[in-house]
């Protein structure tokens, strides 16, 4: 079930935050046990000049590491962030994340074009977090970024995925792939993107503050891939009635 | 701008302690209403504030995750033009009075940032001079050699004055309004310009206005006999703050009054569980704000505070200036509560399951 993204070839269709976790220690725990291959992790926690803990210590060399702008104000200092953290990591994919609202923390679109415009001219696999917009998703495949990431709901809120209509069309009519992002609370919330289409999810909260992060976070594997692999067969459609198994009007057709 | 009297106003109306039902109620909504809050605050069952600690728990981890940052405060000049009867600093309070060399500032930096800190707080007394401003802004490019997030907690300056500060690397702006109560707030300010209050109101907005990021309120408990009034208003001007200025990271700080050598005056006391009210019930009107704890208060508290809205700790403070570089005897703006040092209380946050954090901010 692997599939290619920003140039690589991932195994795993979830991918983990980093932000939240009540220890560094446990995100090598979450990698090995739930079979991660790619993280996010916020530009200011990688810090190499102090003598605290460093989280890139704990996160093994195979793995991705997807940089995040998250603090960017404006596409300036997203653009800024992001050449800081492929210095400080190594990694060339970066999370676009410009919130414009200190309420629902919700994305600014129109920031976040203009900082993917110039990250993809420097080279980046760009991955923008974003509003469920089809139009603002379209821009940025024209753009050439790697994949788009709507949110679910808003960050930290657990709704699941709340514009569900929306992210379909965004799934139906680009062609690059969708992760879902944000907002996803459990694991069902997860396997309904996938069975949408979603390419991947990007899980932060509801594995950092779980009891047991490294349990959730298989328990959300199986569902990504549960949710993937009814979608690849393709699902059935909902309906009002029931099928019966032998035609009622068979003996209108000799049956 | 804040709109005081229409604040002071609704409170006015609302004063009312609500029956449990009411209280038990109003936790059950999504969103609380101001007048919500104001009957919360006015509300000391104990149960009811069992449950919205429960709840208090629950957004700030999912806003913040397991994380308390750590950050630590550098007092560079005890040199005050100001008269405040609750300050150790007041020109009016006759003691020794220095600002650090350039280099002690370095040395006391370098001390700093061999402890693990990755943020500092510089602090000044309400030095409103052309010197004054310049030995800052001098303090401020050498604390850009050691720290990608820079914090200020001075007299208020002016636009072009925290714009030059922009300028050099100046991330956040501490500025508490102290009191919103404008007799109490005549009655402790004896002089100098602190005395002016829209002023000190409005530097906030021309702080954000100039580039700051990160802008830290406050109202010190106690100053006002009415503190449940001031805490109201304190996170009353926030709202109004983040609904015009949506960019900026908010914090709050309720910190209470402490004694300090020379202290002459009475106040009003505020006890534990209205303190513990305050911080749950302000994360619970605004989510995703940061709380801010100082080593005013004791360790037991701060311990038991962590998880229930707290989202910043100070630590191993030392509130006269300089002193992280070689012991001083300089005298303190006040008493420190939390003595433990930045170990001590790293181990203390990894035992509740948390994680302590040195950086927030990456110098761009």
Redo the contacts between chains.
């Keep these: 079930m692997s599939f290619v993204i920003g140039g690589k070839t991932i195994s795993s269709r979830l991918f983990v935050g980093t932000?939240?976790?009540?220890?560094?220690e446990i995100i090598r725990d979450i990698i090995k046990e739930a079979q991660i291959d790619v993280v996010t992790v916020a530009?200011?926690?990688a810090?190499k000049?102090?003598?605290?803990e460093n989280i890139l210590d704990y996160i093994p060399k195979e793995t991705v590491i997807m940089v995040n702008t998250s603090?960017a104000?404006d596409h300036r200092?997203a653009v800024?962030?992001a050449l800081?953290g492929r210095e400080l990591t190594n990694s060339n994919w970066i999370k676009v994340e410009i919130?414009?609202?200190?309420?629902y923390?919700l994305p600014d679109n129109e920031e976040t074009i203009k900082a993917c415009e110039i990250l993809v001219k420097e080279g980046f696999e760009v991955f923008p977090y974003i509003s469920p917009d089809l139009v603002v998703a379209k821009k940025l495949e024209d753009i050439g970024v790697s994949a788009v990431m709507p949110l679910g709901s808003p960050?930290?809120?657990?709704k699941g995925i709340v514009a569900k209509e929306l992210l379909k069309a965004i799934i139906n009519e680009i062609k690059i792939p969708v992760i879902v992002d944000a907002g996803i609370g459990r694991p069902s919330h997860a396997a309904e993107a996938m069975e949408l289409g979603a390419e991947a999810c990007l899980i932060?909260?509801a594995i950092?503050?779980a009891k047991d992060p490294v349990k959730m976070a298989k328990a959300f594997k199986m569902a990504i891939d549960s949710g993937r692999m009814a979608f690849e067969i393709g699902i059935l459609k909902e309906k009002e009635y029931a099928d019966a198994s032998s035609p009622l009007t068979g003996f209108l057709r000799g049956v | 701008m804040f709109n005081l009297e229409e604040m002071s106003k609704l409170y006015e109306e609302n004063i009312k302690e609500p029956t449990k039902d009411e209280a038990i109620d109003i936790l059950s909504k999504e969103d609380l209403s101001d007048v919500d809050f104001i009957k919360l605050l006015n509300c000391d069952d104990l149960d009811v504030l069992e449950m919205a600690a429960r709840e208090a728990r629950r957004i700030t981890?999912?806003?913040?995750?397991?994380?308390i940052f750590l950050y630590i405060p550098l007092y560079i000049s005890n040199y005050c033009s100001s008269g405040c009867i609750y300050c150790g600093y007041s020109c009016l309070n006759k003691i020794e009075r220095r600002r650090l060399s350039l280099d002690e500032v370095e040395e006391e930096m370098r001390a700093i940032?061999?402890k693990?800190?990755?943020s500092i707080l510089l602090l000044t007394g309400e030095d409103d001079t052309k010197e004054g401003f310049e030995y800052l802004k001098s303090a401020l490019k050498i604390a850009k050699r050691f720290f990608?997030e820079i914090l200020i907690e001075t007299g208020p300056l002016t636009f072009e004055g925290y714009r030059e500060l922009v300028e050099e690397g100046l991330v956040g702006v501490t500025l508490y309004q102290e009191t919103y109560d404008l007799n109490t707030y005549e009655a402790v300010h004896l002089i100098g310009r602190k005395r002016d209050f829209y002023r000190r109101l409005n530097a906030i907005e021309e702080a954000i206005r100039s580039g700051v990021?990160e802008i830290n309120i406050g109202c010190l408990l106690g100053l006002s006999t009415d503190f449940k009034r001031d805490v109201f208003l304190t996170i009353m001007h926030g709202k109004y703050l983040?609904k015009k200025y949506?960019?900026?990271?908010?914090s709050i700080s309720f910190p209470r009054i402490r004694p300090f050598e020379g202290m002459n005056f009475c106040y009003t006391k505020v006890d534990d569980l209205q303190f513990v009210k305050f911080i749950v019930y302000t994360r619970l009107l605004l989510?995703?704000?940061g709380i801010n704890i100082s080593t005013r208060e004791g360790k037991e508290l701060r311990d038991n505070l962590i998880g229930l809205g707290v989202t910043k700790m100070s630590a191993e403070s030392r509130t006269g200036v300089g002193g992280y570089a070689r012991d001083n005897p300089s005298p303190k703006q006040f008493e420190i509560s939390d003595d433990r040092t930045v170990d001590e209380i790293l181990l203390s946050i990894?035992s509740k399951?948390?994680?302590a954090?040195?950086?927030?901010?990456?110098m761009?």
């Design positions: 932000g939240k976790l009540p220890n560094y530009v200011r926690r810090n000049n102090g003598i605290r603090g104000r200092e800024k962030i800081i919130e414009a609202d200190t309420k923390l960050i930290g809120t657990n932060n909260t950092a503050t | 981890e999912a806003y913040f995750g397991k994380n940032k061999k693990g800190f990755n990608p990021r983040l949506p960019k900026i990271e908010l989510k995703n704000i990894k399951g948390y994680n954090e040195f950086t927030n901010w990456v761009i």
